[in-house]
């Protein structure tokens, strides 16, 4: 019997993301609200196209709001991703609700270890080029560069040239009005929380 190398975990969480983000480039997150806000916003972003849904899990109240939310993904035959993951404890909670993958706002890597032992697919986040080298280090070449809106499209440009194998996810201040900018730097994905409330932002980042 073969022993899976310690690259495997990794390579999976990468695999997840290329294939989770072949086709769309807008990833929802849908923080701070109770659980049927939580599951109303899930069905409209999944009406518009958006298959990525990022609850975040930053107090215990919010867990409430993500077992709604993954109760409604597995109704509806999608899948709940689980952000602001910074904790082992919090890796624990997305696998019990059954996450398909976690999101954090850096690089750690026992929490990115114990999600990718987990069955999950990790997005770490990163905001400087030693952070990126870091990430890559552990295998993994999807990204959160955040905070987006402060970075700015010529950090994910910039970051690109020395790192042209990174997927960055663009995560903070994104928008249906800068999301464009974002992808036209490189971005493969642009994140979006509050403007999922709003019909002419859905009508842009549908257009994505």
Same mark, same amino acid.
């Given at each position: 019997? @073969?022993?899976?190398?310690?690259? +495997?975990?990794?390579?999976? @969480?990468?695999?997840?993301?290329?294939?989770?983000?072949?086709?769309?480039?807008?990833?929802?997150?849908?923080?701070?609200?109770?659980? =049927?806000?939580?599951? =109303?916003?899930?069905e409209r972003a999944w009406q518009a196209g958006i298959g990525a849904v990022e609850v975040p899990i930053q107090s215990p109240?919010?867990?409430?709001?993500? !077992?709604?939310?993954?109760? =409604?993904?597995?109704?509806?035959? !999608?899948?709940?991703?689980?952000?602001?993951?910074?904790?082992?404890?919090?890796? +624990?909670?997305?696998?019990?609700? $059954?996450?398909?993958?976690?999101?954090?706002?850096?690089? +750690?890597?026992?929490?990115?270890?114990?999600?990718?032992?987990?069955?999950?697919?990790?997005?770490? $986040?990163?905001?400087?080029? @030693?952070?990126?080298? !870091?990430?890559?280090?552990? $295998?993994l070449r999807w990204l959160k560069a955040f905070p987006a809106a402060q970075l700015g499209p010529g950090w994910i440009k910039?970051?690109?040239?020395?790192?042209?194998?990174?997927?960055?996810?663009?995560?903070?201040?994104?928008? /249906? +009005?800068?999301? /464009?900018?974002?992808?036209?730097?490189?971005? !493969?994905?642009?994140?979006? /929380?509050?403007?999922?409330?709003?019909?002419?932002?859905? =009508?842009?980042? @549908?257009?994505?």
């Amino acid at each position: 019997m @073969s022993v899976p190398s310690a690259g +495997d975990g990794p390579r999976r @969480s990468n695999a997840y993301f290329a294939a989770r983000f072949a086709n769309e480039r807008v990833m929802a997150i849908i923080r701070g609200l109770p659980p =049927a806000e939580t599951v =109303a916003l899930c069905e409209r972003a999944w009406q518009a196209g958006i298959g990525a849904v990022e609850v975040p899990i930053q107090s215990p109240d919010a867990l409430a709001s993500l !077992r709604a939310a993954a109760a =409604a993904a597995a109704r509806n035959g !999608r899948t709940i991703g689980v952000g602001t993951v910074t904790t082992l404890e919090q890796v +624990d909670e997305a696998r019990r609700a $059954g996450a398909a993958f976690t999101v954090a706002p850096g690089f +750690d890597a026992e929490v990115a270890q114990a999600s990718i032992r987990a069955g999950m697919a990790h997005l770490p $986040g990163v905001a400087t080029a @030693s952070e990126v080298q !870091r990430a890559g280090s552990a $295998g993994l070449r999807w990204l959160k560069a955040f905070p987006a809106a402060q970075l700015g499209p010529g950090w994910i440009k910039a970051l690109l040239a020395p790192f042209p194998e990174v997927c960055f996810v663009a995560t903070g201040g994104i928008d /249906g +009005d800068n999301a /464009g900018e974002f992808i036209a730097a490189g971005a !493969r994905v642009v994140a979006v /929380g509050s403007a999922l409330g709003e019909p002419r932002q859905i =009508a842009l980042l @549908s257009a994505l």
